[in-house]
């Protein structure tokens, strides 16, 4: 059933390969929102740095973040209720995209480095499971978010995500 929410932008983060998108899509679905994978915004050049299996720097970042906060900003002032699936790994990257407001919502999906590796290697993506180790490494888990185990199935997650959002 969709249980509409109105006004929120729910942030569905974590290391690559944890079902950030799988989980954000059955998400949006579920509750009447559009979908958004941040993927989908990095610069030609930050993409072809990931697929080579170097690691973005801050400042390759940096224009890739100013463009998701512009869309978060218009989001909530247009009042939209948008799930977005981003890494968002540091408190520096959460910080810049302005997720400290009531009106956003962090979902950090947490699983371990063996567990998610195996599912990056059954899939087709641009990062490269080598540069797994670069994002457990950087990873500077949220304070307040809802934390998940990857290792649960995607309908259970969303699940407890709507739950955790009832009874925010």
Known sequence: RAHRVTRLVIV???VSGSGKTTVG?????RIGARFVDADDYHPDANVAKMRSGTPLTD???APWLTTLRTMIDT???????VVLACSALTERIRTALGVDR???RMVHLRGTQPVIEARMCDRDHFMPATLLESQFAL???PEHAIVLDVQEPPETLV???VRALENA
Request: net charge negative; aromatic share 4%; charged share 40%.
């Open 12 to 14: 569905v983060m974590g």
């Open 25 to 29: 899509r059955a998400l949006a679905e």
């Open 102 to 104: 009531e009106t956003v």
């Open 75 to 81: 989001w909530l002032e247009n009042e939209d209720t």
């Open 159 to 161: 699940t407890r995500i």
């Open 59 to 61: 400042e390759d970042r």
């Open 139 to 141: 990873l500077e888990p």
